[in-house]
């Protein structure tokens, strides 16, 4: 073997062992991070049955994948059947989904504990799987619930005669049967209520 042989059979086998160190080394997933209100609020409201209530504007920097998502509630009496579709729906560019595309939505629905009461406390479904709610871009989203009953008490900031814009701002909401799914498009002039932020966030990785 020549002087130049030898010299490209050293690089080319340093080279696959590096390609071979890099095929086999762990991958580094991030870190889950929070979105949304983790603080207890002091106002409470019930979920709306057939509605799809925008409860959470947030915002994330990148592509997201949302996999868990939390309420604060309390109930009482409950069999387990209270139960939701979670969606994301684009905000517009001015605090609101109307008019907007929804995003992502789960496949299946996300129930209340069956049980004589319930809290008030943190309740938080793990998304199953093929249920993850994924973000395509950086960007304003809102997280909408699609509930088949009118039950639960979940906590929000304010209700519209103590609206304080320093930290609260307006949700959104449209009659829709559960049966049907999110719209593919927010009512373009949904009810609102200058009462949000609820005590609700979602955690996802980027």
Request: hydrophobic share 35%; aromatic share 16%.
């Amino acid at each position: 073997m020549t002087h130049g042989s030898r010299t490209w059979f050293v690089f080319y086998s340093l080279l696959l062992i590096a390609l071979s160190a890099a095929l086999v080394a762990p991958q580094a997933y991030a870190t889950p991070t929070t979105y949304g209100d983790s603080s207890i609020e002091q106002w409470t409201g019930t979920i709306g049955g057939n509605m799809v209530q925008a409860y959470l504007m947030f915002s994330v920097p990148g592509p997201t994948v949302i996999q868990s998502v939390s309420m604060y509630l309390q109930y009482s009496g409950s069999d387990g059947s209270q139960c939701m579709l979670f969606g994301i729906y684009q905000d517009n560019g001015n605090g609101s989904p109307a008019g907007q595309p929804l995003v992502a939505s789960t496949n299946t629905t996300y129930c209340l504990h069956g049980s004589i009461t319930w809290g008030p406390g943190w309740q938080t479904w793990k998304l199953r799987p093929g249920d993850n709610l994924t973000l395509p871009a950086a960007g304003t989203y809102w997280l909408a619930t699609l509930a088949g009953q009118t039950y639960g008490t979940i906590y929000h900031y304010a209700y519209s005669s103590s609206y304080d814009w320093t930290y609260g701002y307006s949700t959104y909401f449209f009659a829709a049967p559960q049966s049907q799914g999110f719209p593919t498009t927010f009512s373009s002039s949904p009810a609102w209520e200058g009462n949000g932020p609820y005590s609700i966030y979602v955690t996802g990785s980027s």
